[in-house]
Structure formats: structure tokens, C-alpha cells
């Protein structure tokens, strides 16, 4: 009898410990606390197992997809991996970094923060964004009011918010998405930490 209660309580032992969730969650589905992310302090490593390079290959076609809205959708649902829209490649990092911080951050993928050319792209990236504010690749820190984009990109279209861009207090020189119930641009401090999007080709 006492051999019998020993072998159900070393079963029991045995099964809580296969049950501890932090076994059950994958080595590479890290997260960082978005308040307290510091580039420094991540290793190669893990950035590199933070972003999977697999791109979701299937295009949705203009007839089902007039704004890329259905796209964007279909890339939220995936973490992580690129999405691509319209020839590029794109991805949505809830990561909150001052902007330099997320440039460097895309570059280390061979990307950039993203640009954005037309009202399609633009409403592609919102969505993509989850409709939150998000660093896009546009500054004005080389000269006051002559905007350019980090990947070289011309500048040939703009959804600021009104009264945007004003430099506010004369220290506002990058670009965010999301911005208001309109969901348009803002310039703001560059060294405020935000999430951001990347692109590459």
C-alpha cells in the first residue's frame, strides 16, 4: 500500500512539472517590455529570433483588396514575419525606440523605416500599425521643413494632420503615424520611443 501512495505522489510530482508554462512557450516568441526597451541591451541573438525572414507570398488581388485593408489585416495576425504589399516587404515592431534606435534596428534586417507614396500605402501601413502610433521613415532634421526620407525615397505625398507639420517648439523633426482620431501624420521629438515599421524590398 505505502508503495502504491509513493508511486502516485512521485506521478503527481512529475506531472506539475511537465506542466510549468514557461516550458510551454516557444524560445523565440520573446517580448520585450515595450516601456523599457533598450537597443544596447538586446544581443543579436535575439533579434535575429524575434523576426522571421519567411514573407507571406500570396498577393490579394485589386478586385479583393481595393485599400489594402484585407492585407494588412492577414500580416497583424502574424507576427513578426514580413508582409508583403506592392512590391515591398513590410513589418510591424510594437517595440517602443527613439527613432535613430528603430532605423538602426531595420537596418540590422537590411530595411529601413518605411516610406510611404500614395493613400494606398498609407492606409496599408495604418492598418498594419494596428492603428497605433508607429515611427515611419520621415525627417526634416538636416534642413527645417525639407522633408526626406531615410531610404532616399522622393517625397511625393504626405496625410498630415491639420496644423501639421509645426515643429513644436523648434525641436520636432521625425514622423509618426496615427495621430489623432484622423489617424494622419505628426512631427514629434525624435527622441521620444515609439513602436515602428520597417521596409525593405
Known amino acids: 500500500m505505502k508503495l502504491?501512495?509513493?508511486?502516485?505522489?512521485?506521478?503527481?510530482?512529475?506531472?506539475?512539472?511537465r506542466a510549468d508554462p514557461s516550458e510551454d512557450k516557444p524560445k523565440n516568441e520573446k517580448v520585450a517590455d515595450p516601456e523599457s526597451v533598450d537597443e544596447t541591451e538586446q544581443t543579436d541573438e535575439t533579434e535575429e529570433t524575434e523576426l522571421s525572414e519567411e514573407t507571406e507570398e500570396t498577393e490579394l488581388s485589386e478586385a479583393e483588396d481595393e485599400d489594402g485593408a484585407g492585407r494588412a489585416k492577414r500580416c497583424v495576425c502574424r507576427a513578426r514575419r514580413w508582409c508583403k504589399y506592392s512590391g515591398r516587404r513590410y513589418v510591424y515592431f510594437p517595440y517602443r525606440y527613439h527613432w535613430s534606435q528603430a532605423q538602426r534596428y531595420c537596418l540590422r534586417f537590411g530595411a529601413s523605416l518605411a516610406s510611404i507614396h500614395n493613400s494606398r500605402d498609407n492606409h496599408f501601413l495604418r492598418l498594419l500599425a494596428q492603428k497605433r502610433l508607429a515611427w515611419i521613415g520621415l525627417f526634416d532634421a538636416a534642413n527645417e521643413r525639407y522633408w526626406l526620407w531615410?531610404?532616399?525615397?522622393?517625397?511625393?505625398?504626405?496625410?498630415?494632420?491639420?496644423?501639421?507639420p509645426n515643429n513644436y517648439r523648434r525641436s520636432e523633426h521625425c514622423v509618426f503615424i496615427n495621430w489623432s482620431s484622423k489617424k494622419c501624420w505628426n512631427d514629434?521629438?525624435?527622441?521620444v520611443r515609439l513602436p515602428f515599421i520597417c521596409m525593405k524590398k
Open 188 to 191: 514629434y521629438r525624435c527622441s
Open 150 to 164: 531615410v531610404n532616399s525615397g522622393r517625397y511625393n505625398y504626405a496625410n498630415w494632420c491639420r496644423g501639421q
Open 4 to 17: 502504491l501512495v509513493l508511486c502516485l505522489l512521485f506521478g503527481a510530482v512529475l506531472a506539475l512539472t
